[in-house]
Protein backbone atom coordinates (compact mmCIF):
# COMPACT_ATOMS: atom_id res chain seq x y z
CA UNK A 1 0.00 0.00 0.00
CA UNK A 2 1.50 3.36 -0.70
CA UNK A 3 0.09 7.08 -0.83
CA UNK A 4 1.68 9.16 -3.53
CA UNK A 5 0.79 12.84 -4.15
CA UNK A 6 0.87 13.92 -7.95
CA UNK A 7 1.47 17.72 -9.26
CA UNK A 8 -1.15 19.61 -11.92
CA UNK A 9 -2.31 17.37 -14.56
CA UNK A 10 -3.82 20.24 -16.84
CA UNK A 11 -5.98 17.25 -18.71
CA UNK A 12 -2.85 15.54 -19.52
CA UNK A 13 -4.50 12.23 -19.24
CA UNK A 14 -1.70 10.66 -21.03
CA UNK A 15 1.19 12.01 -19.00
CA UNK A 16 -0.75 11.08 -15.98
CA UNK A 17 -1.30 7.25 -17.28
CA UNK A 18 1.99 6.78 -17.64
CA UNK A 19 3.15 8.04 -14.37
CA UNK A 20 0.73 5.79 -12.87
CA UNK A 21 2.21 2.85 -14.92
CA UNK A 22 5.66 4.13 -13.68
CA UNK A 23 4.85 3.36 -9.81
CA UNK A 24 2.55 -0.07 -10.76
CA UNK A 25 -0.09 2.23 -8.80
CA UNK A 26 -3.12 -0.40 -7.79
CA UNK A 27 -6.39 1.51 -6.88
CA UNK A 28 -7.37 -1.44 -5.04
CA UNK A 29 -4.21 -0.58 -2.52
CA UNK A 30 -2.62 2.62 -3.50
CA UNK A 31 -3.95 6.66 -2.75
CA UNK A 32 -3.29 9.22 -5.11
CA UNK A 33 -3.68 12.99 -3.92
CA UNK A 34 -3.65 15.61 -6.56
CA UNK A 35 -2.83 19.32 -5.81
CA UNK A 36 -5.46 20.70 -8.05
CA UNK A 37 -5.83 22.09 -11.50
CA UNK A 38 -6.84 18.79 -13.06
CA UNK A 39 -8.18 20.02 -15.94
CA UNK A 40 -7.46 23.30 -17.98
CA UNK A 41 -5.84 24.34 -20.82
CA UNK A 42 -4.68 20.90 -21.58
CA UNK A 43 -5.54 18.48 -24.78
CA UNK A 44 -8.35 15.87 -22.78
CA UNK A 45 -10.52 17.15 -20.19
CA UNK A 46 -13.04 14.91 -20.54
CA UNK A 47 -10.84 11.25 -20.40
CA UNK A 48 -8.86 13.02 -17.49
CA UNK A 49 -12.32 13.46 -15.31
CA UNK A 50 -13.68 10.04 -16.24
CA UNK A 51 -9.87 8.42 -15.53
CA UNK A 52 -9.83 10.15 -12.03
CA UNK A 53 -13.70 9.89 -10.99
CA UNK A 54 -13.05 5.94 -12.21
CA UNK A 55 -10.52 5.10 -9.62
CA UNK A 56 -13.28 5.92 -6.52
CA UNK A 57 -12.09 6.89 -3.00
CA UNK A 58 -8.66 5.57 -4.57
CA UNK A 59 -8.14 9.76 -5.29
CA UNK A 60 -8.57 12.98 -3.72
CA UNK A 61 -7.88 16.23 -5.45
CA UNK A 62 -7.61 19.43 -3.93
CA UNK A 63 -9.58 22.62 -6.08
CA UNK A 64 -7.14 24.04 -8.23
CA UNK A 65 -7.91 28.24 -10.16
CA UNK A 66 -8.35 26.79 -13.32
CA UNK A 67 -10.66 23.69 -11.76
CA UNK A 68 -12.89 26.63 -10.39
CA UNK A 69 -13.14 28.53 -13.67
CA UNK A 70 -14.59 25.07 -15.22
CA UNK A 71 -16.96 25.23 -12.39
CA UNK A 72 -18.16 28.89 -12.35
CA UNK A 73 -18.49 28.70 -16.25
CA UNK A 74 -20.30 25.81 -15.68
CA UNK A 75 -22.65 28.02 -13.78
CA UNK A 76 -22.75 30.80 -15.94
CA UNK A 77 -20.41 32.79 -14.15
CA UNK A 78 -16.66 34.08 -15.61
CA UNK A 79 -15.94 34.80 -19.39
CA UNK A 80 -15.06 31.59 -21.18
CA UNK A 81 -11.00 31.88 -22.95
CA UNK A 82 -9.42 31.46 -25.86
CA UNK A 83 -6.75 28.36 -24.14
CA UNK A 84 -9.80 27.03 -21.67
CA UNK A 85 -9.59 23.83 -23.32
CA UNK A 86 -13.17 22.93 -22.10
CA UNK A 87 -15.19 22.54 -25.95
CA UNK A 88 -15.05 18.90 -25.17
CA UNK A 89 -16.45 18.70 -21.78
CA UNK A 90 -19.23 21.33 -22.38
CA UNK A 91 -20.13 18.52 -25.05
CA UNK A 92 -19.55 15.14 -23.00
CA UNK A 93 -22.43 13.23 -22.24
CA UNK A 94 -21.51 12.65 -19.06
CA UNK A 95 -21.04 16.13 -18.29
CA UNK A 96 -23.06 16.80 -15.69
CA UNK A 97 -21.65 14.25 -13.87
CA UNK A 98 -17.97 14.83 -14.21
CA UNK A 99 -18.46 18.58 -13.34
CA UNK A 100 -20.45 17.08 -10.07
CA UNK A 101 -17.37 15.08 -9.25
CA UNK A 102 -14.90 18.21 -9.53
CA UNK A 103 -17.46 19.90 -7.55
CA UNK A 104 -17.30 18.16 -4.63
CA UNK A 105 -13.43 18.11 -3.90
CA UNK A 106 -12.01 20.38 -0.99
CA UNK A 107 -9.96 23.60 -1.33
CA UNK A 108 -7.38 22.04 1.17
CA UNK A 109 -7.36 18.37 2.78
CA UNK A 110 -5.17 16.54 5.29
CA UNK A 111 -3.67 13.32 4.19
CA UNK A 112 -4.30 10.83 7.59
CA UNK A 113 -1.52 10.18 9.27
CA UNK A 114 1.22 11.25 6.60
CA UNK A 115 2.04 14.46 7.79
CA UNK A 116 1.12 15.85 4.90
CA UNK A 117 -1.79 18.84 3.75
CA UNK A 118 -2.22 19.52 0.27
CA UNK A 119 -3.75 22.80 -0.99
CA UNK A 120 -3.28 24.24 -4.58
CA UNK A 121 -1.01 27.45 -4.15
CA UNK A 122 -0.09 27.49 -0.49
CA UNK A 123 -1.41 29.48 2.97
CA UNK A 124 -0.96 33.38 3.43
CA UNK A 125 1.61 34.22 6.23
CA UNK A 126 -1.40 35.52 8.44
CA UNK A 127 -2.62 31.49 8.76
CA UNK A 128 -1.20 28.32 10.09
CA UNK A 129 -2.10 24.83 8.72
CA UNK A 130 -5.53 24.68 11.24
CA UNK A 131 -6.84 28.04 10.49
CA UNK A 132 -6.04 27.54 6.54
CA UNK A 133 -8.07 24.30 6.56
CA UNK A 134 -10.99 25.97 8.49
CA UNK A 135 -11.18 28.77 6.31
CA UNK A 136 -11.17 26.13 3.59
CA UNK A 137 -13.95 24.54 4.63
CA UNK A 138 -15.88 27.58 5.16
CA UNK A 139 -15.68 28.10 1.32
CA UNK A 140 -15.75 24.65 0.20
CA UNK A 141 -19.16 24.59 1.95
CA UNK A 142 -20.45 27.03 -0.72
CA UNK A 143 -19.40 25.58 -3.44
CA UNK A 144 -20.71 22.35 -2.57
CA UNK A 145 -23.87 23.93 -1.44
CA UNK A 146 -27.17 26.01 -2.29
CA UNK A 147 -24.96 29.08 -2.70
CA UNK A 148 -22.66 28.05 -5.25
CA UNK A 149 -24.10 29.86 -8.28
CA UNK A 150 -23.89 33.41 -6.33
CA UNK A 151 -20.44 32.44 -5.20
CA UNK A 152 -19.26 31.62 -8.58
CA UNK A 153 -20.83 35.22 -9.95
CA UNK A 154 -18.67 36.91 -6.66
CA UNK A 155 -15.55 34.72 -7.78
CA UNK A 156 -13.28 37.07 -9.80
CA UNK A 157 -11.09 39.67 -8.87
CA UNK A 158 -7.93 40.51 -7.04
CA UNK A 159 -9.30 42.45 -3.92
CA UNK A 160 -9.65 42.63 -1.40
CA UNK A 161 -5.63 41.30 -1.56
CA UNK A 162 -4.70 41.18 2.70
CA UNK A 163 -6.59 39.20 4.67
CA UNK A 164 -8.35 40.74 7.90
CA UNK A 165 -10.23 38.42 10.49
CA UNK A 166 -13.62 41.08 9.89
CA UNK A 167 -13.57 40.33 6.04
CA UNK A 168 -17.35 39.65 5.62
CA UNK A 169 -19.69 37.95 2.96
CA UNK A 170 -18.38 37.58 -0.44
CA UNK A 171 -14.68 39.39 0.11
CA UNK A 172 -14.09 36.86 2.71
CA UNK A 173 -14.72 33.89 0.75
CA UNK A 174 -12.71 35.58 -2.47
CA UNK A 175 -9.45 36.30 -0.44
CA UNK A 176 -9.88 32.81 0.61
CA UNK A 177 -10.30 31.08 -2.66
CA UNK A 178 -7.76 33.55 -4.21
CA UNK A 179 -4.94 32.89 -1.30
CA UNK A 180 -5.75 29.06 -1.46
CA UNK A 181 -5.29 28.44 -5.30
CA UNK A 182 -4.02 31.33 -7.02
CA UNK A 183 -0.91 33.13 -4.79
CA UNK A 184 2.49 32.92 -5.32
CA UNK A 185 3.57 35.63 -3.89
CA UNK A 186 3.39 38.20 -1.22
CA UNK A 187 4.33 41.66 0.51
CA UNK A 188 5.97 41.67 3.67
CA UNK A 189 3.06 42.83 5.05
CA UNK A 190 1.21 40.01 3.70
CA UNK A 191 -1.09 41.19 1.17
CA UNK A 192 -1.22 39.20 -2.04
CA UNK A 193 0.35 39.69 -5.28
CA UNK A 194 -0.90 38.03 -8.43
CA UNK A 195 0.83 40.00 -11.03
CA UNK A 196 4.40 37.87 -11.22
CA UNK A 197 4.36 34.21 -12.02
CA UNK A 198 7.91 34.12 -12.51
CA UNK A 199 10.78 31.83 -10.43
CA UNK A 200 11.46 33.60 -6.96
CA UNK A 201 14.81 34.41 -8.25
CA UNK A 202 13.43 36.92 -10.53
CA UNK A 203 11.11 38.43 -8.57
CA UNK A 204 11.58 41.98 -7.29
CA UNK A 205 12.96 42.55 -3.64
CA UNK A 206 9.75 43.39 -2.34
CA UNK A 207 7.95 40.54 -3.02
CA UNK A 208 8.19 37.34 -1.31
CA UNK A 209 7.49 33.71 -2.08
CA UNK A 210 4.47 32.53 -0.15
CA UNK A 211 6.71 29.83 1.74
CA UNK A 212 9.18 32.66 2.33
CA UNK A 213 6.94 35.64 3.45
CA UNK A 214 7.82 37.11 6.82
CA UNK A 215 5.89 35.68 9.49
CA UNK A 216 4.75 32.69 7.84
CA UNK A 217 3.29 29.58 9.96
CA UNK A 218 4.68 26.93 8.46
CA UNK A 219 5.47 24.01 10.77
CA UNK A 220 6.95 20.66 9.26
CA UNK A 221 5.76 19.53 13.24
CA UNK A 222 2.18 20.03 12.42
CA UNK A 223 2.03 19.12 8.53
CA UNK A 224 4.35 19.47 5.38
CA UNK A 225 2.25 21.36 3.07
CA UNK A 226 2.29 19.78 -0.14
CA UNK A 227 1.39 22.02 -3.77
CA UNK A 228 0.65 22.75 -6.60
CA UNK A 229 -0.15 26.11 -9.18
CA UNK A 230 3.41 27.21 -10.03
CA UNK A 231 5.04 25.62 -12.92
CA UNK A 232 8.03 28.44 -13.15
CA UNK A 233 9.17 27.24 -9.77
CA UNK A 234 8.97 23.69 -10.16
CA UNK A 235 9.73 21.12 -7.50
CA UNK A 236 11.40 22.58 -4.76
CA UNK A 237 11.03 21.64 -0.75
CA UNK A 238 11.92 23.39 2.25
CA UNK A 239 10.94 23.19 5.81
CA UNK A 240 7.15 22.55 6.02
CA UNK A 241 6.28 22.44 2.25
CA UNK A 242 6.99 20.85 -1.07
CA UNK A 243 6.19 22.06 -4.29
CA UNK A 244 4.89 19.57 -7.25
CA UNK A 245 4.08 21.80 -10.41
CA UNK A 246 6.61 21.12 -12.99
CA UNK A 247 5.15 22.22 -15.90
CA UNK A 248 3.98 19.17 -17.48
CA UNK A 249 1.21 21.21 -19.38
CA UNK A 250 3.91 22.95 -21.17
CA UNK A 251 6.26 20.59 -22.15
CA UNK A 252 7.27 19.69 -19.10
CA UNK A 253 6.95 16.75 -16.43
CA UNK A 254 4.01 15.01 -14.46
CA UNK A 255 5.26 14.56 -10.43
CA UNK A 256 4.76 12.49 -8.08
CA UNK A 257 6.04 11.73 -4.40
CA UNK A 258 5.28 8.70 -2.52
CA UNK A 259 4.51 10.53 0.98
CA UNK A 260 4.29 6.84 3.06
CA UNK A 261 8.55 6.97 3.91
CA UNK A 262 10.87 8.33 5.85
CA UNK A 263 11.74 10.32 3.09
CA UNK A 264 9.62 11.59 0.39
CA UNK A 265 10.11 10.19 -2.82
CA UNK A 266 9.82 11.41 -6.35
CA UNK A 267 9.03 10.03 -9.58
CA UNK A 268 8.26 11.77 -13.04
CA UNK A 269 6.80 11.21 -16.48
CA UNK A 270 7.56 13.23 -19.05
CA UNK A 271 4.20 15.02 -20.92
CA UNK A 272 3.30 12.69 -24.07
Do not use: K
Request: proline share 7%; charged share 15%; net charge negative.
Amino acid sequence: MADYAIGDVHACRCALEALLERLAFDPSQDRLWLTGDVIGRGPEPVATLRLLRSLGSAVESVLGNHDLHCLALAAGAGQPRADDGLDALWQAPDCDELIHWLRQRPLMCECPGLGYTLVHAGIPPQWNIDSALAHAAQAQALIQGPEFDTLMANLYGNQPDQWQDQLSGWQRQRFIINALTRMRFCYADGRLDFTHNGPPESAPDYLFAWYNAPGNQLNPQRSTLITGHWSRLGQRQGPGFITLDTGCLWGGQLTAVRLDCATPQFTVADCV
